[in-house]
């Protein structure tokens, strides 16, 4: 283990971290409570989450205007200062995103954010008081703000690519569930209860069912967003809701209709052959 990976588990074992952030991450969590919200800064609404995305608008803005700052000599001081200028504005909505995708980890994913946050935090400071100070014509003191900055947003950058990368958060945790290609055995027929959630397994993956009269419904039972398990979520006009954070799939395709998940649960072919229900990968 490097020094660097050393330091980065004390930080998610530090529980002392927890007293900041339960509480912020209950605060962030009631802030974007209202669904239209929760699916723009979760990235719902385009299928895929926003943050990483919107995170190399400040990062590409500011790491042009180290440069220019370090290598561009006279003539481009106003390209920098657009440059930390724009950077400033696009890490406001970065922000939000972030905060809004950090309210729903746990543990060491929460304490590694919660650090993520300080850093990119630290760093917006530095920018916007860079920024005033290249405003007031002090130069010499704006690049060295900025390049403080520089310093915390690359290592606010390297806990965010250890949060996705290194721990999965906010991947899709259906990526890899493919469910078996034939039609499966998975359950008595009788065994399943109009609009009682039934998990049952099929091959390598486990599958939520739900009977609505003659029709038999079946998702991926792990919830595409953090992994939670959908048979224990509530199911209400063709829908099924996740405990964990809320969540909506239609059970007839999978489709996200509310956030915070950004992909659709994987959907299978039902049938009933023989008194059993089988299950199969759609085509
Ligand atoms: S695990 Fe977050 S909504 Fe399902």
Redesign the pocket.
Known sequence: MTQLEDLVARVERWAALDRVAEPLARAVGRAVQPAPARDVLSGTVIGHPLHPLLTDVPIGAWTMAALLDLAGGPGTERAADLLVAAGVAAAVPTAATGLNDWS?TQGADRRIGLVHAIANSAALTCYAASLAARLQGRRGAGKALALAGYGCVTGGGYLGGHLVYARGVNVNRTAWRRGPRRWTDVLADDELAAGAPRRVQAGSVSVLLVRDGNRIDALDSV?S????PLEQGSIDGGCVT?P????VFRLADGAVVRG??TAPQPGYETRVEDGRIQVRRRP
């Open positions: 729903d919830c967003h953090m992994g939670g996740c964990w954070h809320g969540s915070p998940a």
